[in-house]
C-alpha cells in the first residue's frame, strides 16, 4: 500500500513537512509496499518517538481508506558517535533490490537521499546512482 503512487507521495510529503518544521533531517529513506526505512538527524528536543507519532499519525487516515493500518510500535537504532553511516545508506538503499521489488539498473521509485549525502554517497552506489547487480547477490 505504502508504494502506491499517491500514498508515496503522501510519504515524502509528511517526511518533508516534519523536516520544514524543525522535527527532523531526513537523510536516507526508503518506502516499501508495507514498511520504509529511514535515516534521519533529530532536531532540537524531539524524540524519535515523538516524530514517529507524528508521521503515524499523519498518514493513518490515508492507510484507513486503503484499508491497510500501521504495525504497533516501530524498531530505531541511534547511530553513535562514530558509528559508520555508510553500511545504513547501503541497507536503506538496497532493500527494494534484495526484496526483489526492483531489478538492478532501475531506480526505486520510493528512495530518498538528502542531496549533500547524495553528493558523497552517489559515486560509491556505481553508474548512475544505482547499485551494482554484484552487490544483490
Not at 526508503?30 to 535515516?39: A, G
Not at 524519535?48 to 484507513?64: F, I, M, Q
Not at 520510493?110 to 546512482?129: F, I, K, N, S, V
Amino acid at each position: 500500500v505504502l508504494s502506491k503512487p499517491p500514498l508515496l507521495e503522501s510519504c515524502w510529503r509528511e517526511i518533508r513537512r516534519l523536516e520544514l518544521s524543525g522535527h527532523w533531517r531526513a537523510r536516507s529513506a526508503v518506502v516499501m509496499p508495507d514498511h520504509l526505512h529511514l535515516l534521519a538527524t533529530l532536531q532540537g528536543p524531539h524524540s524519535v518517538s515523538d516524530v514517529v507519532r507524528l508521521l503515524k499519525g499523519r498518514l493513518a487516515p490515508l492507510l484507513r481508506a486503503e484499508s491497510a493500518a500501521w504495525q504497533p510500535g516501530f524498531y530505531d537504532h541511534r547511530l553513535r558517535e562514530g558509528e559508520a553511516v555508510r553500511p545504513v545508506f547501503d541497507y536503506i538503499a538496497l532493500n527494494p533490490y534484495r526484496a526483489g521489488l526492483c531489478p538492478a539498473g532501475k531506480p526505486w521509485p520510493g528512495y530518498h537521499c538528502a542531496e549533500e549525502d547524495w553528493r558523497w554517497y552517489a559515486p560509491l552506489l556505481g553508474q548512475g546512482g544505482l547499485p551494482e547487480p554484484e552487490w544483490l547477490r
